[in-house]
C-alpha cells in the first residue's frame, strides 16, 4: 500500500470508528485512552503497518507509522507525547534484543495491552549519560541490579524497562537490559511536573534479579543502545508532534482576535520549518537510512517552535494562561520541558558544533 492510499484509508477507517477521548482527560486517564486507541488501532491492522513482520508487523516503509500517527495527533485521539513512546523503544527492540524475545514483546506495546519506559537518566547523569552509576553485577546466569533511575516518563504505568546500567569502567562498561517491572525489588515513586501531572518517576532497584537473556546486545552495548535510541526520539515521534502543535496553532487563530500578525506568522514558521527539517529525517528513514547526530537540528527546531507558539499563545489570550486552569496553561508549561527533555537544547547544540560542524571540544 503507498503513502497516500494508506492515509486515504486510515482517515476513512478513522472517521467511521470514532475513538475521541473525554474533553480534559488526568493523566491517568490518557493512558487508558492511549492503550484504547492503539488496541483499535491494532486490531484494525494499522498499527501494524511499517513494522517486519518477524514482529508481528504488516510490513511497509516506517513512513506508513508517521502518517498513522500524523492523523491520531491531529484528532486529538491520543496525547502524543505518551503515543509516539513506541517509536522510541520498539525499534531499540527489534535491533537488540533476542528474536524470539522482541517477537513476544513488541506486539505488547503495540496493541496497547502494556506501556514501557526508558531508564536511562539518574539523579547524578543527565546530560553526562555515560557517567551512570546504577550497577548490574552477573551472578550465574542472572544479573544483578543496584541503583536508582530519575524522570522515567510512565515507569507507574509501565511493565517493562529499557535500562541502562554500568557493567564496567568507562562508555564501553554500559550495558542495556530489558527488565520487567514486577521483578522484587523495584519501588517507583511518581514525580509529579510542574503542569501538575505525575508524567514521570523514580525508579528504585534494590538486589533486582534479571536474567541474562534479557541483555539488549552483548555486555558493553549499552552505549550502542543508547546511541542508536535516541535519534528515534527525534524522527516519526517528531512528525507526529508536528502535527499536533498545528492543531493546536489552528486553535489559537480560532480562539484569538488578534491581529497580530507579525506573531502568528513567526510561529507558523518555525512550525514549518521543522516540519520541512523532519520531512528529510522521514525520507531518509524511508530510504533505509541510518539516523544519527544530525537528528540534533531537529530537536532544536522543534524545541524553539513548540516554546514559540506557546510564548504566542500567551501573549494572544492575555490573562488565560495566567488567571486560569486552562489546557494553554498546561501547554505553555509542559512545552518549557521540550529544551530538556531527550537532551537539553544546549547538548544538541554541543553535538551540532562538535559533531557536524566540526567546531572542535566544547
Ligand atoms: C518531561 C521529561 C521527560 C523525561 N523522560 C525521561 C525518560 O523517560 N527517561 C529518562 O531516562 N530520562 C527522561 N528525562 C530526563 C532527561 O533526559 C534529562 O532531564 C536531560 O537529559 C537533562 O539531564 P538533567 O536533567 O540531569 O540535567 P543536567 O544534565 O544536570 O543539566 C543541567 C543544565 O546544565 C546544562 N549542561 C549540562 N552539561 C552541559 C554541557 N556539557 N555544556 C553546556 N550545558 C550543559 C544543561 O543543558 C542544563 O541546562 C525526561 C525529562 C523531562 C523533562
Known sequence: ????????????????????????????EQVVQLGRVRRALYDAGWMRYGWPAEIGGLGGPAVLRAVLGEEVATRELAEPG????????????????????????VP?????????CQGFSEPGSGSDLASLSTRA??????????????????????????????????HKGITAFFVDMDTPGITVRPLRTMHGVDEFAEVYFDDVVVPAD???????????????????????????????????????LAESDSTADDEIGAAYLALHTV??????????????????????IDKVLLATAEQQLFDTARDLLPGVLELS????????????????????AEIQRNIIARRLLDLGAE
Not at 6 to 27: G, H, I, K, M, Q
Not at 110 to 116: D, P, R, T
Not at 275 to 296: F, H, I, K, M, W
Open 1 to 28: 500500500m503507498n503513502v497516500s492510499e494508506f492515509r486515504s484509508r486510515v482517515r476513512t477507517w478513522l472517521d467511521e470508528n470514532d475513538l475521541t477521548p473525554a474533553p480534559r482527560l488526568t493523566f491517568d
Open 82 to 105: 505518551i503515543y509516539s513512546m513506541v517509536e522510541v523503544l520498539a525499534p531499540t527492540m527489534i535491533s537488540y534484543a533476542r528474536p524470539e524475545l522482541a517477537a513476544e514483546m
Open 108 to 116: 505488547r506495546l503495540l496493541n496497547g495491552e502494556e506501556q514501557w
Open 137 to 170: 553485577v552477573q551472578r550465574g546466569d542472572d544479573w544483578v541490579i543496584n541503583g536508582q533511575k530519575v524522570w522515567t516518563s510512565l515507569a507507574q504505568f509501565a511493565s517493562r524497562c529499557v535500562l541502562l546500567t554500568r557493567t564496567g569502567p568507562g
Open 214 to 252: 534479557r541483555m539488549l546486545g552483548q555486555p558493553g552495548d549499552g552505549w550502542r543502545v543508547a546511541m542508536d535510541l535516541l535519534p528515534h526520539e527525534r524522527s516519526t515521534c517528531f512528525w507526529h508532534r508536528i502535527a499536533y502543535l498545528f492543531t493546536k496553532l489552528d486553535q489559537l
Open 275 to 296: 516540519r520541512c527539517r523532519s520531512y528529510g529525517t522521514q525520507q531518509r528513514l524511508a530510504d533505509g537510512g541510518v539516523l544519527g547526530p544530525e537528528t540534533s
Open 325 to 344: 486552569d486552562t489546557e494553554w496553561r498546561t501547554e505553555f508549561l509542559y512545552s518549557r520541558a521540550a529544551t530538556i527533555y531527550g537532551g537539553t
